[in-house]
């Protein structure tokens, strides 16, 4: 996948656009470890088996206990504050849901994870108010396969 877009000094809404179809960034991997995926089926009330009960998991086609799909999903907004550029004039960011999204392979527990942010396009809806997509990968670290891909919408307000 491709390189991070060096975000270490903030850019201006004027430089965003200019990155329209680039990699913006690419998150640290995180760990899914099987505490993480206990307490998310917790919160969530999905204790199917396959999330959480490690021995009948392991006699599963998966081999083992896997993240939830949405559990992946919900790390989405850790990887993109770590990964994407920050922007000068941004007052606030507001997750404005999915295009698309799809769960393409497992994350079994113990493997790690990482966000990798292409910007599809952005435009003005308002003033002040910018309509951002982003192509999202969820890499499965030593997988060919990622664990998800989304087409993901923010509304950025200055």
């Not at 007052?91 to 999204?101: A, H």
Request: net charge negative; charged share 20%.
């Amino acid at each position: 996948m491709g390189e991070a877009l060096s975000n270490k000094s903030p850019i201006s809404i004027a430089q965003l656009f200019e990155l329209e179809n680039e990699v913006l960034g690419v998150s640290g991997w995180i760990t899914i470890d099987q505490a993480s995926i206990n307490a998310f089926a917790d919160v969530t009330r999905d204790w199917q088996y396959i999330h959480v009960d490690v021995e009948a998991a392991s006699q599963s086609p998966f081999g083992g206990t896997i993240a939830h799909g949405f559990f992946t999903l919900s790390l989405l907004s850790a990887m993109a504050a770590e990964a994407m550029p920050q922007i000068k004039e941004l007052t606030s960011s507001i997750n404005y849901g999915m295009n698309s999204l799809r769960f393409i392979n497992p994350v079994h527990s113990g493997k790690r994870v990482r966000g990798h942010f292409l910007l599809k396009s952005i435009k003005e809806k308002s003033h002040g108010r910018y309509q951002m997509v982003l192509d999202v990968t969820v890499e499965i670290e030593n997988e060919t396969k990622p664990a998800l891909i989304a087409e993901w919408l923010s509304l950025l307000i200055l």
